[in-house]
């Protein structure tokens, strides 16, 4: 199980620093308008999943404001207004577009593309899939789009490894069950955010040629 976490966590942040990376050189390329209209379904995920999941835990909500501009060098595409409420509550709210952008990109990849993540073999393309490459851009670049967001997200994953440190403390055994659970989830989020960043990095690198 600790394999699996560590590919996760480890394409995780290789994800987020290449979406930072993209954005960055995209930003120096784009008017911040036409930028923010090519994110426009990742950020629409994003600040509404920040909504829902504020009604559904009860915690009071504002308004969703859409006004793109630089902030010290940094892309603003939007925000939701979440009252004050308890750090657990403030955690979930916080990975809300973490998860509500994971699953998006599963359902992109394994229902829309038809993709086998057990093979990794690549469907025969049709003009469709070009929707999905753009909304695979979309959301995986606007998944972490605050730093907040990326401790929020970052927080489940200590607290797991604090407990499978306490485990490991007291010679106890978690259930197989939970363990094969875990190990195949683990594996799919790896598998998942590789093939994403592996889309990023084949529009960086261009870009970075580009700049020479």
């Known amino acids: 199980?600790?394999?699996?976490l560590v590919l996760f966590v480890a394409t995780a942040i290789l994800l987020f620093l290449s979406s930072r990376a993209l954005?960055?050189?995209l930003i120096r390329l784009l008017p911040v308008d036409l930028l923010?209209?090519?994110l426009l379904p990742g950020v629409l995920?994003?600040?509404l999943s920040h909504l829902l999941t504020a009604e559904i835990l009860q915690v009071p909500?504002?308004?969703i404001s859409l006004s793109p501009h630089l902030d010290k060098d940094q892309l603003k595409l939007g925000s939701a207004q979440i009252g004050l409420t308890d750090p657990i509550r403030l955690t979930l709210i916080g990975t809300a577009p973490f998860l509500a952008g994971t699953i998006t990109l599963w359902l992109?990849?394994?229902v829309g593309l038809r993709l086998d993540l057990n093979q990794l073999a690549l469907p025969i393309f049709n003009y469709w899939h070009l929707l999905f490459y753009y909304l695979i851009f979309a959301i995986s670049n606007t998944m972490f789009s605050s730093p907040s967001d990326l401790q929020a997200a970052a927080l489940p994953v200590v607290l797991l490894l604090i407990i499978l440190g306490l485990f490991q403390l007291t010679n106890l055994n978690l259930p197989i069950s939970l363990v094969d659970l875990s190990t195949n989830l683990f594996w799919l989020l790896a598998i998942i955010f590789s093939l994403v960043?592996?889309?990023n990095l084949?529009?960086?690198l261009p870009l970075k040629l580009l700049r020479r």
Do not use: S
């Not at 199980?1 to 699996?4: A, H, N, T, V």
């Open 45 to 47: 995920l994003h600040e």
């Open 61 to 63: 909500t504002g308004h």
């Open 23 to 25: 954005i960055h050189r």
């Open 1 to 4: 199980m600790i394999l699996p």
């Open 202 to 204: 084949l529009l960086l």
């Open 108 to 110: 992109i990849l394994v």
């Open 36 to 38: 923010f209209f090519l």
């Open 197 to 199: 960043l592996a889309l």
